[in-house]
């Protein structure tokens, strides 16, 4: 555990794996995309604790964002990342450059095509293609027994464990409860771009949240109704532009109008210019 | 080789192939549609060549047939396929139903983008979609060191040559030869279709190709000169009409004017109802 390696090549990286497969060791995987917090590390140690061999992949993936979005300003740092890779026991760091990635001639794309259509389907035109591709991808390149993710990007573990089944991929998808602030706000690398005010509005998301669960407990099962209340707090405070607040059907991610299965409460909300997520599923405990 | 063992279900046919590469044992995979002929059994017999074990899979897969195409009506005789396959040394036959390779609810999808736009990809919309996916997932369960596939089909090699590199598929791709009839007519599980006078039109596929060979090895390139006289040949002949007939790049399957590097004269006629492609590298000899 003591010597992190850190492997830059698509080939290297899957001969290591192989032979690690052949010795009969078990290999599990965190796909990141840097700029680790303690969510990151939540996984890492999941990893950790479930398989021989640990290995973290650091890319951050032209192909899941959109033109405007924040790729060139996503956060990066390569050398704090590792070290904190390394306190918690990771073996490799898979760290590739762009064009291993995605040589010039590339064009294959996996699309899962019904649980990527609402929330941020909506918003983010080809957002979960370029995530099930790049997971496709690594996962071929990782060949890990198992792969963890956290719980905050909801509608990305469900689009990852469809495409998992779909393609009958032969490993096992872990999903970790989402790793919050003291005061409630979930973790994400984007937390840094907020201001001390944004910081202060960021908190109606999860408030929000806490509120839908109480109605929910009191027995409230109209989505619509529990909607507008969050819309009520969240606009109430500074700096905020909702993108979405849903109600959706825990597993096909569908709009529900009265809530009888499980379902998930899901918001995209912009605090200035920051686009933040979070989720919880109704009657659930609010992950801490 | 005595044991020919059929396998239905994905999990058996996934820990069996497991078990395998556990032991350090080479799998070479055919994936096929069944209704052998002489051409599957020579990729059979270069499987068996070059690995330990291996396994043909026997799927018609409805998803790379449009709705107008011969699904139901695909030509089928497993138990003479599974004869032919033990004569020469197959190991397992994976023969799943539907219900196990399209579950309720699928909806996952592997796109080739360019190589598969022209040609088949004019006629056959969603027909290369439905071919790499279930290849993709076959690989999946199948877990090959190598897949071994005829060059008749052309643009679906490419395809998947391309998905295998783009995805990071740890396997090596195989194309071999096109296997001809005596008189010339590549072999194809469709010319079960033909009556006695199709089959005779049939013949001037190859010959329009054994044509452009001529043109090409006398010094033309002008490759619109040379597609008019596989047309002409084409048309002489009753019952046919010619779907496409274009002369490519090798690599990306964009249409020539010019030939200059290395040119794939590819084609599409249907015989009656029954539609044949056939197709041969200019340059090299006619492979039969």
């Keep these: 555990m003591d010597n992190l390696q850190v492997i830059e090549s698509v080939k290297a ?3 290591h794996c192989e032979r690690l497969r052949l010795a009969g060791k ?18 890492m140690k999941e990893a950790r604790r479930t398989a021989d061999h640990v290995v973290v992949s650091i890319y951050v993936n032209p192909t899941q964002f959109g033109p405007k979005e924040d790729f060139s300003k996503y956060p990066r740092d390569f050398d704090r990342d590792a070290a904190m890779a390394k306190s918690v026991g990771v073996d490799v760091i898979f760290f590739p450059p762009n064009s291993e990635m995605y040589p010039e001639g590339y064009q294959t794309y996996v699309n899962v095509e019904k649980v990527t259509q609402n929330l941020c389907g909506l918003s983010r035109p080809g957002h ?16 890990p027994h198992s792969a963890v993710f956290g719980r905050k990007d909801y509608q990305q573990l469900a689009a990852i464990r469809r495409m998992v089944a779909d393609l009958n991929m032969d490993l096992e998808i872990v999903g970790m409860p989402t790793f919050r602030e003291p005061d409630g706000l979930a973790m994400s690398s984007r937390n840094v771009y907020l201001n001390k005010e944004e910081r202060a509005s960021a908190l109606t998301l ?11 407990a009191e027995g409230e099962r109209n989505a619509v109704k ?63």
Excluded: W
């Design 128 to 143: 979960f293609r370029g995530v099930t591709t790049v997971c496709c991808k690594l996962f071929n390149i990782v060949k």
């Design 13 to 15: 990286m899957q001969s």
């Design 26 to 43: 078990k290999i599990s995987f965190v796909p990141t995309m840097g700029y680790f917090h303690e969510g990151h590390l939540s996984l």
């Design 206 to 216: 999860v408030g929000s949240l806490k509120m839908a669960q109480k109605l929910y």
């Design 226 to 288: 529990i909607i507008r209340q969050a819309e009520k707090l969240i606009t109430s405070a500074p700096f905020t532009a909702i993108d979405y607040i849903k109600i959706c059907d825990a597993a096909t991610l569908e709009d529900v109008l009265e809530i009888k299965g499980e379902a998930v409460m899901a918001l995209a909300v912009k605090v200035g210019k920051t686009r933040l997520i979070d989720n919880s599923v109704l009657g659930d405990k609010l992950e801490a």
